[in-house]
């Protein structure tokens, strides 16, 4: 499989979790369940921490 392709599963990956993190935040927000907000926002900001250096050392164009 081509490198491009392979980073292209894993940033999509990446963006699956980010939108998954935002939907459980957005439902604990609603429940009002502090613990669970806390958990959602610290899901958010790991799945951030890792986009970064899947998007910062994508392969180019071919």
Known sequence: MAPRRIWAFNFA???LFTLSAIGFLWTTLKAGDVIGVVASLLFLIACLVFIIPVWA???GKK
């Open 13 to 15: 990956g990446w963006v």
């Open 57 to 59: 050392t994508r392969p």
